[in-house]
């Protein structure tokens, strides 16, 4: 680290920083009532983390150069910046629209999993050869934008689809965090795990996903009269 930038020290420095606060915060921001005002406050703090966690992310890993990485970075902040965005995209059913930062955050994410993923397949070089994790994380990456990018052209039926969206892409963030801490931590305890140190987050998180959205789903189709939540932005 001597031979770095201070620069770089002093970015590294924020990234942990921040890092470490959104491993805390996200379960914090689960336990309060969704729509309160400490669940928004919170979840506020939650998304500036990982907005400071890419920031930081990005520079340092171009910097080196280590394109898996930035291009994970890429991916990341995006999770947290599309669960963010849905809260104001709610009236999509009814004739809302999308903005033009969602469509090109969306696109640009696509294009940068794309890139991960085929890279991972065809150039595993240029992604410092994490081949399978570049391959996994690139083809999820690229279906949740797809889907995104879908939802924005035709509009969902479903009333709920934003809660639904939003559990996703902050689990999805959440998964990202647990991912780096994994890489980083665990790897000096247990130094032969190679690639189930990078995907058991993925692993345990896209199930814990599914069955999160999946109560939550059924949990409104039977609740009637509909009532709202209230989770703002």
């Not at 942990?16 to 919170?42: D, E, I, M």
Request: charged residues 10%; aromatic residues 16%.
């Amino acid at each position: 680290m001597h031979d770095e930038p201070s620069w770089m020290q002093a970015f590294l420095a924020v990234h942990v920083a921040a890092g470490t606060s959104c491993l805390v915060l996200a379960p914090l921001v689960v336990t309060f009532t969704k729509g309160g005002a400490r669940h928004r406050r919170w979840g506020k703090i939650y998304f500036w983390s990982m907005g400071a966690v890419a920031a930081t992310a990005l520079p340092m890993a171009l910097f080196r150069p280590v394109l898996f990485l930035a291009l994970v970075a890429v991916l990341s902040f995006y999770l947290t910046f599309s669960g963010y965005r849905v809260l104001r995209l709610k009236n999509l059913p009814t004739g809302g629209s999308a903005e033009p930062i969602d469509w090109a955050a969306a696109a640009l994410t696509f294009v940068a999993c794309g890139c991960l993923a085929g890279f991972g397949l065809f150039r595993s070089s240029w992604v410092q050869h994490m081949g399978i994790v570049a391959i996994v994380l690139g083809a999820l990456g690229m279906r949740g934008t797809a889907a995104d990018l879908y939802r924005f052209a035709h509009r969902p039926t479903q009333r709920m689809f934003w809660l639904y969206v939003h559990l996703e892409k902050f689990i999805g963030s959440y998964i990202a965090i647990w991912t780096a801490f994994s890489v980083v931590t665990l790897s000096q305890l247990f130094h032969h795990a190679g690639l189930a140190i990078w995907l058991w987050p993925t692993a345990v998180g896209v199930p814990a996903i599914a069955a999160t959205v999946a109560y939550y789903r059924y949990k409104y189709a039977v609740t009637a009269p509909y009532k709202s939540t209230g989770l703002q932005a």
